[in-house]
């Protein structure tokens, strides 16, 4: 549980976890991995962590299906945490597009940059 207030977490240890994910075998620790990674974002959108922190997310946006509304029961993401991660990601896109910029660049998949993008556009 100590791994889950990010704040507090030796910064090795947590750069060490951050680059372990996804976790793909427990939805519920996974959801629970998520938004984690939220709150982290939520409270430093700046610097290589946020950058993690995002394009582990953008992962878990590509694997999001909001027609299977409310949780889609193979997401690692709920839909509470799907609508704040969209919010943020569009605040980010004004604030901090570097860090956008560089989750993106860190992602090996199109899905995800894909998601990324989508997620980002304030349009519906």
């Given at each position: 549980n100590a791994l889950f207030d990010l704040r507090a977490t030796d910064p090795a240890l947590l750069d060490?976890?951050?680059?372990?994910?996804?976790?793909?075998?427990?939805?519920?620790?996974?959801?629970r991995a998520n938004r984690a990674l939220l709150d982290l974002l939520d409270a430093?959108?700046?610097?290589?962590?946020?950058?993690?922190?995002?394009?582990?997310?953008?992962?878990?946006?590509?694997?999001?299906d909001p027609d299977q509304f409310p949780d889609p029961p193979t997401s690692t993401l709920d839909a509470r945490t799907h609508r704040h991660l969209v919010l943020r990601l569009q605040a980010l896109r004004t604030h901090a597009p570097h860090t956008l910029q560089a989750?993106?660049?860190?992602?090996?998949?199109?899905?995800?940059?894909?998601?990324?993008?989508?997620?980002?556009?304030p349009s519906p």
């Amino acid at each position: 549980n100590a791994l889950f207030d990010l704040r507090a977490t030796d910064p090795a240890l947590l750069d060490f976890w951050l680059r372990r994910l996804p976790l793909a075998d427990d939805l519920e620790e996974a959801r629970r991995a998520n938004r984690a990674l939220l709150d982290l974002l939520d409270a430093s959108c700046d610097g290589p962590r946020a950058v993690l922190a995002v394009a582990r997310l953008a992962d878990a946006l590509a694997d999001y299906d909001p027609d299977q509304f409310p949780d889609p029961p193979t997401s690692t993401l709920d839909a509470r945490t799907h609508r704040h991660l969209v919010l943020r990601l569009q605040a980010l896109r004004t604030h901090a597009p570097h860090t956008l910029q560089a989750a993106y660049d860190a992602l090996d998949d199109n899905s995800s940059r894909l998601a990324l993008m989508r997620a980002c556009d304030p349009s519906p």
